[in-house]
């Protein structure tokens, strides 16, 4: 879906009446005609004021805070109004009415603020990524993590290494230039080479950092063992609700049951599984088993709840049910918690917070997404490409992907549908 750029749209830009104070935000070129239909006249521009807002037959419909921002310099690039008014759904719907019937203005869609902003180069593709993460975030580390990338951060490193190899391919194509007019076949020292490994060194931290979509979705915990271990016991005792059936009978889970979680300020996605057995299990059970063996190879955290060591390399040891004087033992290595009396639970999810923040993301690091990571790797493959290779037309070709990929990080190229797909995923009014 191509937007249409000349229309001017507005959207309920707050949470979800009723509320205190909502706001209503308006973008496009009749935005200043129609704050002026419902208000009387324009504000000074960046400077609140009050107004009474009217329908444009003169019916008074609520006092309110206006705003008026001239594009360029606004929030999109364009001629922006806000109507800060109060947020019963009566007051938003008529004044909604309002402008859509009466001044003739479009409702936004999903993510149509944002995408006008980045058309409008207010922001980079990076800048508006990192938005869509940050409207998502549930936990304090998504927040810390998103932040400077939000401001702009990650942004100007990426527009530095794009100057960085566009510096290069002049001094690439002036050695061309050099060596085809040199008798000797000699060229003057290569000092864009020192510049290319010092950005490709910086690429490779970054992509040491995990994901932005392991911090979005949460790092998978599994809870993983044979059947009766008490993996669902554990499940609802670090949920602290009925998620999930408990029965003394083999086989009762027959499939992976999944729950976002926050712990300690850390996001996780709690999986609990079907027993693991090689013997006695009927063929739906068996396809239960399946899963949970690729719940287990996909995790970023195995609880194992089975016999110690026979967990997979890695596994956090759990004795769950230490409030049974049959159940199993541990060594002193494994956490002890019983699901019944909660003892041990506070350490146990402690300990896996901690886990968290080593496979997570830390705050200062800048984390990217799986497109823009494939991005860097194609970067780095090219500078490391480029870097090697004394043959200076397959440099500077090299240097050309490069670019080109970090051309398409920050959107100088981008497509219809990955902008559509990008910016559908935001809420309406942003």
Do not use: Y
Request: hydrophobic share 40%; charged share 25%.
């Amino acid at each position: 879906m191509a937007t249409e750029f000349s229309q001017t749209i507005f959207a309920l830009s707050s949470g979800a009446p009723p509320c205190g104070v909502a706001v209503l935000r308006v973008s496009g070129p009749e935005a200043g005609r129609a704050l002026e239909r419902l208000t009387g006249s324009l504000p000074p521009p960046r400077k609140a004021s009050v107004r009474q807002v009217r329908d444009v037959d003169g019916s008074w419909l609520d006092e309110a805070l206006v705003l008026w921002f001239v594009g360029p310099h606004s929030a999109t690039g364009e001629d922006c109004a806000e109507i800060h008014c109060h947020g019963g759904r009566a007051v938003i719907r008529a004044i909604e009415r309002a402008l859509e019937d009466g001044c003739g203005l479009r409702r936004a869609e999903a993510g149509e603020f944002t995408r006008r902003a980045f058309v409008n180069g207010r922001m980079d593709l990076l800048e508006a990524e990192s938005l869509g993460d940050m409207l998502s975030a549930e936990t304090e580390l998504q927040r810390a993590v998103l932040a400077s990338s939000a401001q702009g951060e990650a942004s100007r490193r990426v527009a530095q290494w794009r100057e960085t190899v566009l510096s290069a391919s002049a001094a690439v194509e002036q050695e061309l230039d050099f060596a085809d007019e040199d008798e000797e076949g000699t060229a003057p020292p290569s000092q864009w080479r020192a510049a290319v490994s010092e950005a490709r060194a910086e690429i490779s931290t970054w992509l040491a950092v995990p994901s932005t979509d392991r911090l979005r979705e949460g790092l998978r915990i599994v809870l993983a063992g044979p059947p009766n271990s008490g993996k669902s016991s554990l499940f609802n005792a670090i949920l602290d609700e009925a998620a999930a059936i408990v029965s003394p009978v083999a086989g009762t889970t027959r499939d992976a049951i999944e729950r976002p979680i926050a712990i300690g300020g850390v996001p996780f996605l709690l999986v609990d599984t079907a027993g693991l057995r090689s013997d006695g299990a009927e063929e739906i059970e068996r396809i239960g088993i399946a899963r949970a063996e690729a719940e287990v190879a996909r995790a970023g955290v195995v609880l194992w709840l089975g016999a110690e060591g026979e967990g997979p390399a890695g596994a956090l040891e759990v004795a769950s049910m230490i409030d049974l004087p049959e159940a199993p033992r541990k060594g002193t290595g494994a956490a002890r918690v019983s699901s019944e009396t909660r003892e041990g639970l506070a350490d146990l999810l402690a300990q896996i917070a901690e886990l968290g923040r080593d496979k997570l993301p830390k705050p200062g690091q800048v984390a990217v997404s799986r497109r823009q990571r494939e991005l860097l790797d194609q970067t780095h493959t090219a500078l490391r490409f480029a870097g090697e290779q004394d043959d200076l037309l397959l440099v500077g070709e090299s240097l050309r992907q490069a670019r080109h990929s970090l051309d398409a990080m920050l959107g100088n190229v981008a497509t219809e549908d990955m902008l559509d797909a990008l910016f559908g995923r935001f809420c309406i009014g942003k």
